[in-house]
C-alpha cells in the first residue's frame, strides 16, 4: 500500500513536471514571436537575431540565427549588423569608411550601403543554423502561438487550484465504494443467519 502511494506521488510529480515544461516551452515560443529582434535584454552585450536576407551567401545563410555582438564596431571585411529603415537587423560586410560613415555591402550584392554610426548595431562572429527560421516562423505564427500558450497556462492553473477539491472528491467515490461493497458484503454474510 505504502508503495502505491510512493508510487503515485512520483507520478504526480513527473506529470506537473512535464505539464510544467510544455508550458515554460510555449511561453518562450510566444517570448520568441513577439521579440524577434532583440531576444537577449540589452545589458547582455550581444543579441540574437534571425538572417532573413540571402545576399550574404554562406557567411551567414538566410535561417541562421546571428550572435552580435554590441560591443564591438566591425573592422575592415568582418560581417556587420545594422539595423534598416523599419527597425529590423540586417547584415553585411563592412568595406571601408568615409568620416564617420562606415559602407557596407551583402557579400552577393552590388550596393554599398553608407551608414551613421548609431544604425550600426555590432559584429557578427558566429550563427546557428536553422534557429532563425524557427524565429520567424514563430514571428509569423505569433497571435496563435500566444494564445496557444495562454490557453494551456489558464487550464494548468485550473488544474492546480482545483486539485484539493478533485482529491476530495476521489476521496469521497472511494470511501463510498468501500462503503457499498461492506454493506454488501454484511448483508451477505446476514443473510445465512436465522434470528
Known amino acids: 500500500m505504502e508503495e502505491k502511494r510512493i508510487g503515485r506521488k512520483i507520478g504526480a510529480i513527473a506529470g506537473w513536471g512535464i505539464a510544467v515544461a510544455v508550458g515554460a516551452a510555449l511561453a518562450l515560443a510566444a ?3 513577439f521579440f524577434t529582434n532583440s531576444l537577449l535584454p540589452s545589458f547582455c552585450g550581444y543579441q540574437l537575431s534571425p538572417v532573413i536576407q540571402r545576399d550574404m551567401g554562406r557567411a551567414l545563410p538566410e535561417g541562421g540565427l546571428a550572435v552580435v555582438d554590441l ?19 540586417r547584415f553585411g560586410r563592412l568595406c571601408g569608411r568615409e568620416g564617420e560613415a562606415y559602407l557596407i555591402k551583402a557579400d ?9 554610426p548609431d544604425r550600426v548595431a555590432g559584429t557578427v562572429h558566429l550563427y546557428v543554423s536553422g534557429l532563425g527560421g524557427l524565429a520567424i516562423a514563430l ?46 458484503k454484511y448483508d451477505m454474510e446476514e443473510a445465512d443467519i436465522d434470528y
Open 31 to 33: 517570448y520568441v514571436g
Open 71 to 89: 560591443r564591438s564596431a566591425p573592422e575592415q571585411n568582418e560581417a556587420a549588423a545594422y539595423r534598416d529603415e523599419e527597425g529590423r537587423m
Open 108 to 116: 552577393l550584392g552590388q550596393q554599398t550601403e553608407q551608414l551613421s
Open 139 to 184: 514571428e509569423t505564427y505569433r497571435l496563435t502561438v500566444a494564445a496557444t500558450a495562454a490557453v494551456y497556462i489558464l487550464v494548468l492553473l485550473a488544474a492546480l487550484f482545483t486539485r484539493g477539491k478533485r482529491r476530495r472528491e476521489r476521496r469521497r467515490r472511494e470511501l463510498m465504494e468501500l462503503f457499498a461493497f461492506y454493506g454488501e
